[in-house]
């Protein structure tokens, strides 16, 4: 395999990952418009949550993002997308 196809294998992955996201998000109920995840680009996306869901996801949960609510995309796997998905529910729908 070549070098343009394994870029093209992680591209595929984290589109995948980004839809995987917004139809669990959709799934446990959210209210929240996740539009925004699934046509964003790159290894990186904004959340859009506050400080204060920040640090609950960061301190009753133990899901980590920077500060300015930026998420690494190419983080979630298919063993730990559920348990984030579930994370970031719990603190959006306290909003």
């Known amino acids: 395999m070549d070098w343009r196809s394994e870029l093209r294998e992680m591209a595929d992955r984290l589109v995948a990952v980004r839809r995987a996201f917004k139809q669990s998000m959709i799934q446990l109920g959210s209210t929240v418009n996740w539009d925004h995840f699934d046509r964003s680009v790159g290894l990186v996306t904004m959340c859009g949550l ?3 869901q920040i640090e609950k996801l960061t301190k009753e949960h133990f ?3 920077n500060p300015d609510g930026r998420m690494v ?3 979630l796997n ?3 997308i559920d ?3 579930r994370c970031f529910h719990e603190v959006t ?3």
Request: glycine residues 0%.
């Open 50 to 52: 506050s400080v204060d």
């Open 63 to 65: 899901v980590f993002l």
């Open 73 to 75: 995309v190419s983080a």
């Open 78 to 80: 298919s063993k730990n």
């Open 83 to 85: 348990y984030v998905t």
């Open 93 to 95: 729908k306290q909003k």
